[in-house]
């Protein structure tokens, strides 16, 4: 249900040795009783369980079993930016407790933390929430995001955990491969937007840590008020462009509404529903992260409409082959020709 997280048995596919995740718990005095292991329901890609000992709760995440790509899965990453930012900062993320690399504990490197009470909402247009929250969710949502840019990533000890400059041209040129290795039908729209893009990487070239995923879906919310009180999910965490971020986050108001699995608000009265508009939330990220302005701003949109297309098209084309792990992806991946269509014609506005 939306706003609560959903608890499972652990699946059979991702059964862990309790028995040595506990001692291994109780080597680093986290335990207060016997162990509880439960399994949060959902599209992560690296198995998230609840963890429970007397009164204590954490969250373990860990690498999935079997053979995976040698960049994806990089749970040590996770657990290494998060750390820094509770240590270095204020953005809000669960306190850190153990990461270990010994796959004899739970059959691949895993990571703990405190388990952070909250609801999620993952649609953009935030019905299950009371109007009146809603306004206040999405500032929170822009003003946290604001704080994580305004971090110093090299006192956080960030330094080398990502390449400060042409991040832009390198997520083009990397995405552009992807999308062409998992090509299935022709996209001209995916084509022409991969030209254009190349024609127009901004000539400013911030830096800052990038979460790499931020949307509503991945925040979680406090249980009284419209707080966002964790940031979850840093797998696609690096150094990297912020406005790339914050094009990512806007997309839903440039993707349309009422089409199944497409969390979309363009054509909504945004007002009617208590939800700010684009401009407003552009405005208030600039005053949080101290920005003058932003120029070049379709550009950014459109950047972030061809990387999500290529992303979804490797989802399809994994589920043609019978390889995709989510029994939805067929429909998921037939959504790539929507959001490249939508950043060819804000390519094609832009002046």
Known sequence: MEGQPELVPVL????????RLADCLGREDLLDGPLKVRQFQGGQSNPTYLLESGE??????????GKVLP????????????????????????????????????????????????????????????KEQRADLYHSSV???????????QAAGLGDFGRPQGYVARQVKRWSAQYQASQTDQLP????????????????????????????????????????????????????H????????????????????????DGLDLSARGIPDERSLLERYCLGSGRDGISD???????????????????????????????????VGKRAGL???RGWQIARAYK
């Open 71 to 130: 960049s994806a899965h990089q749970v040590d990453r996770e657990f290494r930016v998060m750390k820094a930012l509770g240590e270095h900062s204020d953005v809000p993320v669960p306190r850190m407790r153990l990461f270990s690399d010994d796959e004899d504990v739970v059959g691949t490197s895993f990571y703990v933390m405190d388990f952070v009470p909250g609801r999620v909402y993952s649609h953009p247009q935030l019905e299950a929430l009371p």
């Open 339 to 341: 959001m490249a269509e």
């Open 189 to 240: 729209a995916m084509d022409n937007l991969i030209d254009w893009l190349q024609e127009h990487i901004p000539a400013e070239d911030s830096a800052a840590i990038a979460h790499g995923d931020y949307r509503l879906g991945n925040l979680l919310v406090a249980r009284d008020s419209a707080r966002v009180v964790a940031v979850l999910d840093w797998e696609l965490a690096t150094i990297g």
């Open 242 to 265: 912020p406005l790339a971020d914050l094009a990512y986050y806007c997309l839903p108001f440039h993707l349309p509404h009422g089409i199944q699995g497409v969390r979309g608000l």
């Open 297 to 331: 701003w379709p550009v950014y949109l459109a950047f972030a409409l061809f990387r999500t297309a290529a992303i979804l098209q490797g989802v399809y084309a994994r589920a043609l082959q019978g390889n995709a792990s989510n029994r939805d992806a067929l429909e």
């Open 56 to 65: 204590r709760r954490y969250v373990l995440r860990k690498k999935p079993p």
């Open 12 to 19: 059979k596919a991702h059964r862990i040795d309790e028995g």
């Open 143 to 153: 003003d946290t995001l604001a704080k994580l840019h305004r971090v110093d990533y």
